[in-house]
């Protein structure tokens, strides 16, 4: 005897069969399972945020107001309310009040971009979804073009910066000090790339690579060798040699990963 289920149709009934050969239908094209909708409020808040990225919203451009939001998008304002709460929480907008006041698209600090990767890569590699080889590699990838560009961009403040610190790696006693003028050095030579970018990114992967790990054989010859790798590659970006100084700096964190030992 057939078997029936009951549903609805623009006709009445249908029959079982015509059912399940529908659900096997859309079970083929969308997968077993479809993903569920976004609350109303991420939609919201999605919708926005790509009107960031896009352009289309810039820094400094007031939102309307949370009424006229509601009206846009079709949904409540405790909708649009939460909605900015998200995109506030995530620095994208901020509000004032007063008779000036509203919400407005904030204005991104290098600083903050910086400080927020960092904190995003020390939160992975802790959970080691970013692996001690991955930063080293990233670190490569960061700094030996920014050699390069440096020996073309400089400007005489950048050297001159830089043989101050190569004197103060000199004086420097103790680990956390001599790290510290390592890494400022390096600081140095991006910058001196003048692309402000890559200073976002590389400073971040040697701080979080600095905390995660020590490398080993830090005794005086292995201070003295960083700081001779450094003259070098100071004096190669000085003379705007771009390729001797990207080589350079290759070696020198080539030398630098070996001091991390196997932990990669």
């Not at 929480?89 to 600090?109: A, K």
């Not at 080539?254 to 001091?259: C, E, G």
Request: charged content about 25%; glycine content about 10%.
């Amino acid at each position: 005897m057939r078997q029936y289920v009951v549903g609805k149709t623009n006709g009445g009934e249908v029959e079982g069969d015509a059912l399940v050969a529908r659900s096997k239908a859309r079970e083929a094209l969308f997968g077993p399972q479809v993903g569920k909708v976004r609350p109303a409020y991420q939609q919201v808040a999605d919708q926005l945020r790509d009107l960031i990225l896009d352009g289309s919203l810039g820094s400094g451009d007031r939102l309307p107001a949370e009424s006229e939001l509601a009206e846009i998008f079709g949904v409540s304002r405790s909708t649009v309310r939460e909605a900015l709460r998200a995109l506030a929480s995530r620095d994208l907008v901020n509000t004032t009040r007063g008779t000036t006041g509203g919400t407005f698209i904030s204005r991104m600090r290098f600083d903050q971009v910086s400080d927020y990767l960092e904190t995003s890569l020390g939160l992975m590699s802790g959970a080691d979804d970013v692996s001690l080889a991955n930063l080293l590699e990233a670190r490569e990838l960061l700094e030996v073009p920014a050699a390069g560009l440096a020996a073309l961009r400089h400007e005489q403040h950048h050297i001159d910066e830089m043989r101050v610190m190569v004197e103060r790696e000199n004086q420097a006693r103790g680990r956390g000090r001599k790290f510290r003028d390592h890494r400022n050095f390096h600081g140095l030579v991006v910058e001196a790339s003048s692309n402000r970018l890559l200073g976002v990114m590389a400073e971040p992967v040697f701080r979080v690579l600095q905390a995660r790990a020590v490398p080993n054989g830090l005794g005086a010859t292995f201070w003295t060798s960083v700081t001779e790798d450094h003259i070098e590659i100071l004096l190669r970006i000085e003379a705007g040699d771009s390729v001797g100084a990207s080589s350079s700096m290759k070696e020198h964190l080539a030398k630098l990963s070996s001091a991390y030992g196997d932990g990669c």
